[in-house]
């Protein structure tokens, strides 16, 4: 497994190690002892989600505000523009993002701490991605960032408008959305 560091110490993209052949691959998309080790991060993961969307849909910015989730996002099928967005105010990188391309074929996986907003564009015909989280879903603590909010200003590779869910046609600028202390 090895680690890359983002512009945001707390994002990590993880790369893990594939043994393959003819015949296929085999690997380890989680081993929490590797994990911590190379991270100095131990979450209690207690929930998996797999997640499915057809091209140029785009999930997020998503969290919760109170039973905040820490994510462990790959994709399994298909390629997504990933990124994360610090909201916690008292962080020197408040109000920045990162990106990474996560796909079947690189198999990198993406640690979402708590205190981020996190959403996806699909760039394949079709995705699904993977991802534990360290805390349950919460409908009522959910909120959502706009997108394409101007004051984050995330470079989607966008060729069109997305499509996008009502909830996320509903999100909040950032300048009045509920962040971290």
Known sequence: ??????????????????FGDHR??????????????????KPYFVQDNHSKSVKNVLRGLHYQIKQPQGKLVRVING????????????????????????????KRQVWVPTGFA?????????AELIYKTTDYYSPEHERC?????????????????????EKDENGLLFKEAEVFE
């Open 1 to 18: 497994m090895k680690i890359i560091s983002t512009k945001i110490p707390d994002v990590l993209v993880i790369e893990p190690k594939v």
């Open 24 to 41: 296929g691959f085999f690997m380890e998309s989680y081993n929490e002892q590797k994990f911590t080790s190379m991270t100095g991060i």
């Open 79 to 106: 390629e997504v523009f990933d990124v994360v967005v610090d909201i916690r105010m008292s962080s020197p990188t408040f109000g920045q993002w990162v990106k990474a391309r996560l796909n079947a074929e690189n």
């Open 118 to 126: 996190h959403g996806f564009l699909v760039l394949s015909e079709v």
């Open 145 to 165: 960032i706009r997108w394409d909010d101007p004051d984050l200003n995330i470079s989607w590779p966008l060729r069109t408008l997305p499509q996008i869910s």
